[in-house]
């Protein structure tokens, strides 16, 4: 579209909103603290040295995080649809910007499938961590227990559809008595038991040499794979390129200031993230393990650590309970993306829709699973299937649609609307709109370029 403000602005245009500003912040940060925050990112800390990896990362989240956070904010809350939706509103039926909006449902969708078997996992580990199933075991053997109970054909399957069965009951409740609701009271359990795990982790003897690992920065640990795997990292972490922040955009009122809300939904996430680092590396360190395991970190170092800590049962407990929260508030903001899309577009009931796309993302999540099992073998381009979907959504899919949600923000939609939209009609002061116009129109961009190249093995 050109630069006039579309009609879509003075509309509050009957679609439902989240009730207020805490809801907003609880359902984004909800959706942006995940697996992300609480699995992956205190290995990817841990195997690029800590501190000096951590003061990258938050440079990334500033640089293009918040700008392309804030963007997809503006599609969602301008075109008041679903993904697909609000780009057809705002750029027009037959556009190439479309494609973000396309990219973005893909990615959601792909996500969720293997987004679901890691997240069923922490359900069997609840279990494992109530039946007290750690206890006493040599750090081989709780390793060996991961390594049998993920390579089994059935068991991580059927945890997996009990996760996924999870989510769809939170979508078909609705975005307000589902989503809202549910992220509500999540959202506070969640930092209610991580700052719990902390409190137990700091005081354990040792604990500062963990403490130092995360705060002290010895940036020759730091490598440029792992500077680029901060700037990937920024972005998943912040659910970008997938349409959960464009749809749930949508669903933000008229009045809220995006780019506020895109900053504290970013400091929820940052803080979380090193929350989860503050719970896991002082006791790592503490028990003399390995700070740098890898994705086996949470799943197979860490039972050990607590196996071996006072209070270890009930803190082990908390700690599966806490993965399992976050991983459901974030699931719930991908399948959204779909439901909203099939409900509005496609003219299906939300409760169909919902076990329609249940059925295919979970079809799809077998495979991820069994490719730990049954289908090692199964490998396309020398990847099993759960590392292939990762691949195509986090280093080609993500970042694409990012870039594209950014450069139609600062290109296609223009100063104009993204003044009206960023002020809220005029209401919120923006002095920081110029600043804005020239991260989105280049800085941004460029830095997702270099993201992309490097993922692509190009540079
Ligand atoms: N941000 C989530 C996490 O950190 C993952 C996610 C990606 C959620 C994309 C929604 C969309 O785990």
């Not at 996760?163 to 975005?175: K, L, N, R, S």
Request: net charge positive; aromatic share 12%; hydrophobic share 55%.
């Amino acid at each position: 579209m050109g630069s006039q403000p579309s009609a879509a602005v003075e509309n509050p245009s009957g679609r439902i909103s989240f009730s207020n500003r805490l809801s907003i912040i609880a359902v984004a940060a909800g959706s942006a603290i995940g697996l992300g925050n609480i699995w992956k990112f205190p290995y990817i800390a841990g195997v690029n040295g800590g501190a000096a990896f951590i003061v990258v990362y938050l440079a990334c989240i500033c640089i293009i995080g918040l700008p392309v956070l804030t963007s997809e904010f503006i599609i969602g809350r301008r075109g008041q649809k679903n993904v697909i939706g609000s780009y057809v509103r705002l750029a027009g039926k037959s556009s190439p910007w479309l494609t973000g909006g396309f990219i973005s449902l893909f990615c959601s969708a792909t996500i969720l499938s293997f987004y679901g078997v890691v997240a069923g996992w922490s359900l069997e580990y609840i279990v494992k961590a109530l039946t007290n199933s750690f206890a006493g075991k040599t750090p081989a053997e709780v390793g060996g227990l991961f390594g049998s109970f993920v390579s089994s054909p059935l068991k991580p399957i059927i945890w997996q559809l009990v996760f996924m069965g999870i989510t769809a009951a939170v979508i078909c409740a609705g975005v307000k008595k589902g989503i809202e609701r549910f992220s509500t009271v999540m959202m506070p359990l969640l930092l209610a038991i991580i700052v719990l795990l902390c409190i137990r982790s700091v005081t354990l003897p040792g604990a500062e040499n963990g403490i130092a690992f995360l705060f002290k920065p010895d940036f020759s640990k730091l490598s440029a794979a792992g500077m680029l795997d901060a700037l990937g990292h920024a972005f998943f972490t912040l659910s970008l390129g997938a349409g959960t922040m464009i749809t749930y955009g949508s669903y933000f009122n008229k009045k809220e200031g995006l780019a506020a809300t895109a900053v504290q939904v970013s400091v929820a996430d940052t803080v979380i993230a090193i929350l989860a680092g503050v719970a896991i590396f002082p006791a790592v360190f503490s028990f003399g393990l390995e700070p740098g395991a890898g994705p086996g970190l949470v799943f197979v170092t860490l039972p050990n650590v607590f196996a071996q800590m006072p209070g270890g049962y009930f803190f082990c407990i908390l700690f599966f309970v806490l993965i399992a929260v976050a991983a459901l508030t974030s699931s719930v903001s991908m399948l959204e993306v779909g439901v909203a899309y099939v409900t509005e577009d496609l003219g299906i009931d939300r409760v169909k829709a919902t076990l329609l796309l249940t059925f295919l993302i979970s079809f799809v999540g077998i495979f991820c699973s069994l490719s730990f099992g049954r289908l090692k073998e199964l490998t396309f381009f020398s990847k099993n299937v759960f590392d292939l979907a990762d691949f195509l959504v986090s280093n080609i899919g993500m970042p694409l649609a990012g870039m594209l949600s950014v450069l139609f923000v600062a290109w296609g939609l223009g100063r104009t609307n993204v003044e009206d939209e960023m002020s809220s009609g005029g209401s919120v002061p923006i002095g920081y709109l110029s600043a804005f116009m020239i991260v989105t129109k280049y800085l941004a961009p460029l830095g997702i370029a270099i993201v992309f190249l490097h993922s692509l093995g190009i540079i």
